[in-house]
Each structure stands twice: as C-alpha cells, then as structure tokens.
C-alpha cells in the first residue's frame, strides 16, 4: 500500500510531489496521458516567478520533474480510469486493470480544453480543428486560420499563431472580449489579427477535402449568415476538468470541478490541486501553490492516523 500516490504531472502534481518526497513520504505519481500537462502545450510562460526573461512550458515541466526526481519520487505511466474513495483505504483503478491502494491521494489530473459540438468539428478534428496552437500551428504556416474565444488562451493562441500564419481570425460571440487587457491590447494591434465580433461558427466547412476549407459563421444579434475561408481552426473556448474517473466517489460542483475546502475533498484522505478543483485562478503558479497545500493536508492527515 502507498502512503502517498498522486494523479497527474502538472504543476500541482509535481508540487505536491516535490513537498510530499522532501517529508520522506515516498510518492508514486501516475503520469497521465498528456505527462507535464497543460504548460506542455504552452508557449512561452512569462507569469511564473523566478524566470525573468520567460521560460518555454515544457522546459519548465521537465525542470519540475528532475526537482522531484532528486527527493525519491517514483513515477508510473498509466491512466487512472475509476476511483474507490468510500471504503477504508482510498484507491484507484489505471487503465491496464491494476489497483493502487494509498492512504492518501493527490487528485492533480487538471483540465482539458473545449470543443464547440458540431458534428463537422468532430469530423475535422486533427484535419485543420485543433485545440492547440503550440502543437498544430507550425502545419499552417503562411495560411490563414481562425480562433474562436474571446479570453486570454484566445488572445496567446492568436498572438502565437500570428507569427506563422498569414492571417488570423479570431471569433468571438460577444462584442467585447474576455481577456485581460494587456493580452487583449497585445492581440488588437497585431496587423495579422482581424476580429469578428457577435458571430458563432454553425458549420466547419471541407468543400469534399476532408480538411478545413472555411467556416460558416452566424452573427447572432443580426443573424446573417456569412463564410470564412480558412484553412486552419483553434479552439480557445475554455477548458473541462478532468474528473470523470471520480465521479460518484467526490462530491463535484455542476461543471464537474472538485469540491475542497484547503484542498481536502468529500473523501477522506483525498484531497486535489489545480486546474481540476480551480476554475477560477488556472494558472501554472496558482496550480503549484494548492500542490504544495495538498501534500501538506496530506501530511497533517497521515499523522493524525498515528503513521
Ligand atoms: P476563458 O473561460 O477565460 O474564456 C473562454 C472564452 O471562450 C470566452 O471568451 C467565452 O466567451 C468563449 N466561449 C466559451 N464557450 C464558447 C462556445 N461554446 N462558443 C463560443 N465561444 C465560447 O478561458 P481561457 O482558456 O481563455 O482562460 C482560462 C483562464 O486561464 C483564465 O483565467 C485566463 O486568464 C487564464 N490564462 C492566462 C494566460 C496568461 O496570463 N498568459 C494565458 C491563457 C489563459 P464569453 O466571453 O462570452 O464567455
């Protein structure tokens, strides 16, 4: 039985593993599908502190990691596909049947991003419909693309993708935007960057291609209908915790985020950091801070039982 397992590779993952390792917990963490997370499909991170001049998302992760390496924490590959939090010992199912009993668990799974539901951006997914600029955007240089969003990942994806791209569209259903002013401002006046304002996308469009051709858009105070060739679509229109493995067993607010009050959960001895219990804040320092706050309860609650 572990005495400390944590779910995700984050940077509240990795936080909580770096307090957990130095308290001679011995944590096992379980990487996740998408190990380091959202920072991995970042650009530059200018917002964390102690990197004057900015720090790349994946370098920064990796940098965490070997943090955590040095203190003895062990790392598992593997998704945890369900949980039981409602017996004695909290513990968790990973995709290839395997359960891990511990007497304390870390939810750090964080979030993933949106995807709008039409039939036509399902079918284009990975044909020009994507959710990350920082991954795709290289695939569309000299091409004109579109975002849709109006916050700040629309504004850095827009931003980002204007250095490769011909042109960028970014959509918005609202006449104002979002994003925080420096980024908005930033995103106004770049001459690569149009807007359209108060418009929808209805369809994905592929003209029998099999790939992004344009966008059918619908303006939603006149209703006119209008076109937009592209060739490319991002997605920036917020994300969705990662909690489906925990449903039934923690108690959730409606959009599915955990419940916590100091990072403990409904369960006990599970408590969760980050994006997945914060809907609010979701940024990569905020994420570490509730990561160091989970390994200490963690800590508190593995004394209390006398351990
Ligand atoms: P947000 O929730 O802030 O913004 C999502 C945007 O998508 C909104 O403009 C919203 O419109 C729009 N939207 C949502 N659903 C739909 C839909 N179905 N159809 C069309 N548009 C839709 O998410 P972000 O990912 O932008 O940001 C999340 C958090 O991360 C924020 O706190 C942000 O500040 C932070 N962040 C900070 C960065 C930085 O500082 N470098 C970079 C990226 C994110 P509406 O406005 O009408 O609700």
């Known amino acids: 039985m572990e005495k400390v397992l944590i779910i995700g590779t984050g940077p509240a993952g990795y936080t909580a593993a770096l307090y957990a390792a130095r308290a001679d917990l011995q944590p096992l963490v379980i990487e996740g599908m998408t190990p380091g997370g959202q920072l991995t499909t970042t650009t530059e991170v200018e917002n964390y502190p102690g990197f004057e001049k900015g720090i790349d998302g994946t370098e920064l992760v990796q940098i965490m990691r070997r943090q955590v390496e040095r203190f003895g924490t062990r790392f598992r590959g593997g998704e945890v596909v369900s949980a039981n939090f409602k017996g004695a010992i909290p513990s968790v199912t990973l995709s290839e049947g395997d359960v891990i009993e511990s007497k304390t668990v870390i939810i750090a799974t964080g979030a993933s991003a949106q995807y709008l539901g039409l039939e036509s951006e399902q079918k284009l997914r990975g044909r020009g419909v994507t959710a990350c600029a920082t991954c795709d955007g290289a695939f569309f240089r000299n091409q004109e693309v579109a975002v849709i969003g109006g916050g700040d990942t629309a504004m850095e994806e827009a931003?980002?993708?204007?250095?490769?791209?011909?042109?960028?569209?970014?959509?918005?259903?609202?006449?104002h935007l979002r994003a925080s002013k420096i980024m908005?401002?930033?995103?106004?006046?770049?001459?690569?960057?149009?807007f359209i304002w108060d418009s929808v996308i209805d369809?994905?469009?592929?003209?029998?291609?099999?790939?992004?051709?344009?966008?059918?858009?619908?303006?939603?105070?006149?209703?006119?209908?209008?076109?937009?060739?592209?060739?490319?679509?991002?997605?920036?229109?917020?994300?969705?915790?990662?909690?489906?493995?925990?449903?039934?067993?923690?108690?959730?607010?409606?959009?599915?985020?955990?419940?916590?009050?100091?990072?403990?959960?409904?369960?006990?001895?599970?408590?969760?950091?980050?994006?997945?219990?914060?809907?609010?804040?979701?940024?990569?320092?905020?994420?570490?801070?509730?990561?160091?706050?989970?390994?200490?309860?963690?800590?508190?609650?593995?004394?209390?039982?006398?351990?």
């Open 159 to 175: 931003l980002f993708l204007s250095r490769l791209c011909s042109k960028v569209t970014v959509i918005h259903r609202r006449d």
């Open 184 to 194: 908005a401002d930033r995103a106004m006046a770049n001459p690569k960057i149009a």
């Open 203 to 307: 369809e994905v469009l592929d003209v029998a291609k099999n790939e992004v051709t344009g966008l059918r858009l619908r303006n939603l105070k006149t209703q006119a209908i209008s076109e937009l060739k592209v060739t490319g679509l991002f997605l920036a229109i917020g994300h969705k915790p990662n909690t489906d493995p925990f449903k039934g067993q923690l108690d959730l607010n409606p959009s599915g985020y955990i419940l916590t009050e100091n990072t403990r959960t409904s369960a006990k001895g599970v408590f969760a950091a980050g994006d997945v219990q914060d809907h609010v804040y979701r940024q990569a320092v905020t994420a570490a801070g509730t990561g160091c706050m989970a390994a200490l309860e963690a800590e508190r609650y593995l004394e209390s039982l006398g351990q």
